[in-house]
C-alpha cells in the first residue's frame, strides 16, 4: 500500500479532488444528514465512466505549485459500500495513479466501518489518507445524533487504520443534539489524545429534508448562533494548534447550493466560517497587546504575515473598527510583514510580539 500522502497531510495542501457519493454506504441517516442537498447530487450508482470524466476535468485546472493530487471520495460511507462497489471505484481512481496524473487516494468513511476485512481491501491501492467522522466522543451525544456507533469505535478504527500506516483525519461537530461546549471540548481533547494528522471541525446546520430540520419546526432543537459557534470553534481550533494538529476546515465548504435559500433552515452558517474564527483569533491578539500600550488616541500600526491581512482586518474592516472604539484610536494601519510568523501579531509602539494568537 503507497502511504507517501502520509505524511505530507496537514502540512502541504494536496490539490484534491473531489468525488461524492452523497449517503452512499450509509446503514442509516443522521440526524442532521441531507447530503443530497449540500451535493446536489442523488444516490449511486456511479458509472465509471462518470467518475473518470470528473477526474479528468479536475485535472484540466490544477495550476503549478498546488503539491501532491489526491482523488477524494466525499459525501457517504465508502468502506460501508459493497466490496465490489469498493474495488470497482477504487480501481477507477487507480487508473490515474498509475498514469502518473495523480498521487493517491482519500476518503470518508464511518468509524464502525474499519473492520479487518474491510482494510483488507485497500491492500492493493494507493489510497494514502482515510477520514472518520468521529463528530462526537460523547456517546450520549451521538446516540441523540442517531450515528449509530460509539466513541469506542472511534478510537479502535485510528489504531487500525495506523496500524495499516495510513494516515488518519477527524471530523467532529459542533453544536449536535445533546451537546454543550464543555462536551464538544471534551470531544476535541479525546480526539487530540489520538494524534490524528489533521482535523476537520463543522458546527451543526439545519439543513432542509433532515431530522433536525423537523426538530427545529418542533421547537426541539435549538443550533448554536453564528457568534457563539465562531467563538466556539476558535477555542477548538487554537487547542488544536496548541497540541500540532492541522485543522484543515472549520465550516463547510461554501457552495452554490448550500447558498440556495431554504438549503440551510437554521444555525450557524456562513461561506467564509473559517475566515470569521481566524479574524476572531486576530482581533483577540490585537487587543491583548493594545491593552499593554500607553493610552491615547496616537496611530497604531499591526503588522501581520501577508497572507494575514484580511484577517487582522475582518469582514468589512470590522476587527479595526472595533479596536479603535475600543481603545479610543484614531487611525490604525495593518501592514505585512513576511517576518513575522503566520501566528503572531506585531504593535509599532513596543514592537513586542504577541507570539501566537491561536494558542490563548
Known amino acids: 500500500m503507497t502511504s507517501s500522502a502520509t505524511k505530507t497531510a496537514g502540512i502541504q495542501k494536496p490539490f484534491i479532488i473531489p468525488v461524492f457519493i ?4 450509509c446503514p442509516h441517516r443522521c440526524v442532521f444528514c441531507s ?23 479536475f485535472l484540466k485546472f490544477k495550476g503549478p505549485g498546488r503539491g501532491e493530487v489526491q482523488v477524494s471520495f466525499y459525501g457517504g460511507n465508502f468502506l460501508g459500500l459493497e466490496p465490489a462497489e469498493i ?6 481512481a487507480d487508473r490515474f495513479v498509475r498514469s502518473g496524473a495523480v498521487d493517491g487516494i482519500r476518503f470518508s468513511t464511518r468509524p464502525d466501518t474499519i473492520t479487518p476485512d474491510r482494510l483488507d481491501l485497500l491492500s492493493e491501492f494507493p489510497v494514502a489518507v482515510v477520514e472518520l467522522g468521529a463528530q462526537s466522543m460523547d456517546d450520549g451525544v451521538l446516540a441523540e445524533a442517531r450515528r449509530g456507533h460509539t466513541a469506542a469505535d472511534t ?8 496500524s495499516r500506516g495510513l494516515s488518519v483525519g477527524l471530523q467532529m461537530m459542533a453544536g449536535l443534539p445533546g451537546d454543550t461546549p464543555e462536551k464538544t471540548c471534551g ?41 457563539d459557534a465562531v467563538a466556539l470553534v476558535a477555542r477548538l481550533h487554537a487547542f488544536f494548534v496548541r497540541k500540532g494538529i ?16 431554504g438549503t440551510v433552515v437554521a444555525g450557524p452558517y456562513h461561506p467564509a466560517f473559517g475566515h470569521l474564527v481566524y479574524s476572531r483569533q486576530f482581533l483577540s491578539c490585537a487587543s491583548k497587546l493594545l491593552e499593554n500600550e500607553a493610552a491615547g488616541s496616537s496611530p497604531v500600526v499591526i503588522q501581520v504575515h501577508p497572507r494575514n491581512i484580511s484577517r487582522m482586518r475582518g469582514l468589512g474592516n470590522k476587527n479595526i473598527e472595533i479596536l479603535k472604539k475600543m481603545f479610543h484610536i484614531d487611525r490604525i494601519a495593518v501592514i505585512p510583514n513576511p517576518a ?5 501579531v506585531r504593535v509599532n509602539r513596543t514592537g513586542d510580539i504577541y507570539s501566537g494568537p491561536f494558542d490563548k
Request: avoid cysteine; hydrophobic fraction near 45%.
Open 22 to 25: 452523497p449517503h452512499a454506504g
Open 35 to 57: 447530503q443530497e442537498d449540500i451535493t446536489r447530487q442523488g444516490g449511486g450508482p456511479y458509472p465509471s465512466e462518470a467518475v473518470r470524466a470528473r477526474i479528468d476535468a
Open 87 to 92: 474495488l470497482r471505484l477504487l480501481a477507477g
Open 155 to 162: 478510537r479502535a478504527a485510528v489504531l487500525r487504520l495506523k
Open 187 to 227: 470531544t476535541a481533547r479525546e480526539i487530540a489524545d489520538l494524534s490524528p494528522d489533521f482535523v476537520r471541525i463543522y458546527p451543526t446546520l439545519v439543513l432542509k429534508n433532515s431530522l433536525l430540520a423537523a426538530w427545529h419546526r418542533q421547537g426541539r432543537y435549538a443550533p448554536l448562533s453564528l457568534e
Open 246 to 261: 492541522p485543522v484543515i476546515r472549520m465550516g463547510l465548504q461554501a457552495s452554490e447550493s448550500l447558498n440556495d435559500a
Open 340 to 344: 513575522v510568523s503566520m501566528t503572531a
